[in-house]
T-cell receptor
């Protein structure tokens, strides 16, 4: 089963544009995390937003969380070719267990 | 370079072989994880160790046997695997949950496993 569902599944943009990815989840969470995975590599943690937070920034990343709609969005501003990767949201359903959404594949064209 | 080291990076084995995947971290994390990831899919949780004790087994077939010899090491012993077990196996570590709140996970680059 999947805790998160990302939208869109694939996104292609020009360098310099903003990229927005959305994540919806089914059960209550205490936090939601976003990860990036470059081709052939492991996942890298990007940002964690707690259930009592609505928005969080980290560099070019902006994450929002709407617990009433059970949804989150990740915005990458001024995208670069190096941002090309798969992006996953992840939420916790029970103690120690984190489930990842299906992911969004982002392509940034130079 | 990642702070979680997995070896080997690639492994090809027959269905009758026995092999082990290794994972090491020196960040003082007390939670460690094994995930299986198929191409273009998200990681699927297999096992979780918390303070060197197995806390979650996601109904993984017994041909996969995890082991946590100490707080820095995590092994995954493989025996009599099937072709459908071919995948990227990822190890991760994190601080133990604090008041039930899970902490960010640090991933290795994985072992790409092919079963002939």
């Amino acid at each position: 089963s999947q805790q998160g569902e990302e939208d869109p599944q694939a996104l292609s943009i020009q360098e310099g544009e903003n990229a927005t990815m959305n994540c919806s989840y089914k059960t209550s969470i205490n936090n939601l995390q976003w990860y990036r995975q470059n081709s052939g590599r492991g996942l890298v943690h990007l940002i964690l937003i707690r259930s009592n937070e609505r928005e969080k920034h980290s560099g070019r990343l902006r994450v929002t969380l709407d617990t009433s709609k059970k949804s989150s969005s990740l915005l990458i501003t001024a995208s670069r070719a190096a941002d090309t990767a798969s992006y996953f949201c992840a939420g916790k359903t029970s103690y120690d267990k984190v489930i990842f959404g299906p992911g969004t594949s982002l392509s940034v064209i130079p | 370079d990642t702070e979680v080291t997995q070896t080997p990076k690639h492994l090809v084995m027959g269905m009758t072989n026995k092999k082990s995947l290794k994972c090491e971290q020196h960040m003082g994390h007390r939670a460690m994880y094994w995930y299986k990831q198929k191409a273009k899919k998200p990681p699927e949780l297999m096992f979780v160790y918390s303070y060197e004790k197995l806390s979650i087994n996601e109904s993984v077939p017994s041909r996969f046997s995890p082991e946590c010899p100490n707080s820095s090491l995590l092994n995954l012993h493989l025996h009599a695997l099937q072709p459908e077990d071919s995948a990227l196996y990822l190890c991760a570590s994190s601080q133990a949950p604090i008041r039930g709140i899970n902490q960010p996970q640090h991933f290795g680059d994985g072992t790409r496993l092919s079963i002939l």
